[in-house]
Nanobody
């Protein structure tokens, strides 16, 4: 079975940092691109970091550019999201998701094939 396990969420004060992890099993890691998405209460799910195209360029919305960084450790089948200078508006459930590499679905969340269970991030003001 394919499993994506997101972890690392928590409660942090505005201006603080968190590092989310996504461990992947049940698929060939090199054949898939992992993206990070979030969903706040009453809002649509949105992308925060994902591989945009075959060149491996990472896309991120303006709201997180310069604050969020995605990285990966292929040896561990893991992808990370480093989040700095967190704001209350970053409060959401954060998900990692997988798509076939080069499918270029980023940032269209509903085109991703596999999803993790999500991890809550709460930023207090």
């Amino acid at each position: 079975d394919v499993q994506l396990q997101a972890s690392g969420g928590g409660v942090v004060q505005a201006g603080g940092s968190l590092r989310l992890s996504c461990t992947v099993s049940g698929l060939t890691f090199d054949d898939y691109a992992i993206g990070w998405f979030r969903q706040a209460p009453g809002k649509e799910r949105e992308g925060v970091a994902c591989i945009e195209n075959s060149d491996g360029v990472t896309w991120a919305p303006d709201s997180v550019k310069g604050r969020f960084t995605m990285s990966s450790d292929n040896a561990k089948n893991a992808v990370y999201l480093e989040m700095n200078s967190l704001k209350p508006e970053d409060t959401a459930v954060y998900y990692c998701a997988a798509e076939k590499r080069y499918a270029s679905s980023c940032p269209i969340w509903y085109e991703y094939d596999y999803w993790g269970q999500g991890t809550q991030v709460t930023v207090s003001s």
